[in-house]
């Protein structure tokens, strides 16, 4: 399903400040599988989202998606392709236009002609997409984004983003800016769209709990590189106490991680 290879990304090349993000990184993610990558800030977790969305290109290495070379694809290109929530709700939505909008938006998203019309059709599908969110948003599907609070802007973000099952959906430490209920919230929510429409998913986090906690996966990236690849048997026995310890023998010590345990 997604396959990196040689995966490097360097900003400011060929200066002083040249900073290696991403440091030939190896890496495949089998269809239905949810990775969860962890690391210390500046491990290179968003610069790697950034890449397989196509936000940024790398300085050099491969990317492919769905049997596909997307390498140098334009992220706009491949945005059918391709869902993404990011930490804060705003960036996953539009404020200035309603709950009903905002999803067409998403249905819309990767066509070239964008038609915000809502017609008895689509707001039948949104009512039915909304109630599996349990938070009353398909009783306002007029309402503008800009009224919902954080968790219910977050929720729908979540939505739209799977709404058109994408070939590989991407969660930038999507409850990071949620108090723990909201958070809770949204991560029951993305779970149970995950599930149900067997999605590829790569979730990025600064928690160890919700990294062992959720997906069949989890990778450490350490300097750009990953340090700790635990599959799906090995992953089911984890606790944080073992996972810091993985961390330790990688010569990786506590200060660096930056790692929330609560």
């Known amino acids: 399903?997604?396959?990196?290879?040689?995966?490097?990304?360097?900003?400011?090349?060929?200066?002083?400040?040249?900073?290696?993000?991403?440091?030939?990184?190896?890496?495949?993610?089998?269809?239905?599988?949810?990775?969860?990558?962890?690391?210390?800030?500046?491990?290179?977790?968003?610069?790697?989202?950034?890449?397989?969305?196509?936000?940024?290109?790398?300085?050099?290495?491969?990317?492919?998606?769905?049997?596909?070379?997307?390498?140098?694809?334009?992220?706009?290109?491949?945005?059918?392709l391709v869902g993404r929530v990011f930490q804060e709700p705003g960036l996953g939505t539009a404020s200035g236009m309603t709950v009903a909008q905002n999803l067409v938006l998403a249905l819309n998203k990767g066509h070239k002609n964008l038609r915000i019309g809502v017609n008895r059709e689509r707001r039948k599908l949104f009512k039915e997409e909304l109630s599996r969110l349990e938070l009353g948003l398909e009783n306002r599907l007029n309402e503008r984004v800009v009224h919902l609070s954080g968790g219910q802007r977050q929720a729908l973000a979540v939505l739209m983003a799977t709404l058109t099952m994408p070939k590989i959906l991407l969660l930038d430490e999507h409850t990071a800016s949620l108090d723990p209920k909201n958070a809770s919230k949204i991560l029951e929510i993305t779970e149970r769209l995950v599930s149900e429409k067997q999605l590829t998913t790569i979730m990025v986090t600064h928690d160890m709990n919700q990294a062992i906690d959720l997906g069949n996966r989890l990778v450490m990236l350490h300097r750009g590189t990953s340090v700790c690849d635990v599959g799906k048997q090995r992953k089911r026995e984890l606790t944080v106490d073992k996972l810091v310890k993985l961390f330790s023998e990688k010569d990786i010590v506590d200060d660096e991680l930056l790692l929330t345990t609560h």
């Open 1 to 80: 399903m997604l396959k990196v290879e040689n995966l490097t990304k360097r900003f400011f090349s060929g200066t002083p400040n040249e900073l290696t993000a991403i440091a030939g990184l190896n890496f495949e993610l089998s269809e239905d599988e949810f990775l969860t990558v962890i690391g210390s800030n500046g491990a290179g977790k968003t610069t790697l989202l950034n890449l397989i969305a196509g936000k940024m290109f790398p300085t050099k290495g491969k990317i492919f998606l769905d049997g596909q070379e997307v390498t140098r694809v334009a992220e706009h290109l491949r945005a059918k």
